[in-house]
């Protein structure tokens, strides 16, 4: 499934043994607040979700995406990756609820953005484990301005700035 500039709320549900992608892409401009939930009800149930965004100018996007985990050996993760330019702001929220009636659930969420200039962003990744029966649970969060040594790597090697940091954001993005 790939939602492309996501906006407004979604609740998914996964059943037994179904495995579901989902893709998120933001790359346009404007500022949109998005809040994704899916539900693993089933056992065995699977749910990855990869999205990459990007702010530029005066946006400011927000995502809050949730996995909840109520079944048997289920697995989910959550891998956000951004750039954020100018004066925009980008902000990521990830969570994943084991819930007491999950059982040996595998649960990862990560999340990392880059800033360009005078962007901002906020990160916060929520692992909440309401059950002692789980096989793996893990987060994380980076959030960092762009490395100025790789632009003047780049520069150096006769690549103009704004190709350096195109460069830089299409490699991070990847």
């Known amino acids: 499934m790939e939602l492309i500039n996501p906006e407004g ?21 404007g500022s949109r607040d998005f809040q994704l939930t899916v539900e693993l009800l089933g056992d065995q149930a699977e749910c990855h979700i990869h999205g990459r965004a990007q702010t530029h100018g005066s946006d400011r996007k927000s995502w809050q995406v949730k996995q909840i985990f109520q079944g048997t050996e289920q697995i989910g993760s959550i891998d956000l990756r951004g750039t954020a330019e100018d004066q925009s702001f980008l902000e990521f929220d990830g969570a994943a609820t084991l819930a007491q009636t999950s059982v040996d659930a595998d ?26 029966k789980v096989k793996s649970a893990s987060h994380g969060a980076s959030i960092a301005p762009v490395d100025r040594e790789q632009i003047l790597y780049l520069q150096s090697r006769g690549i103009a700035s704004d190709e350096a940091h195109d460069m830089l954001k299409t490699g991070f993005l990847s």
């Open 9 to 29: 709320q979604k609740v998914i549900k996964v059943a037994d043994n179904q495995s579901l992608n989902i893709t998120l892409q933001d790359f346009e401009p």
């Open 107 to 132: 649960a990862n969420i990560e999340e990392r953005i880059i800033l360009f200039d005078d962007a901002k962003g906020r990160s916060l990744p929520v692992l909440r484990v309401e059950t002692d």
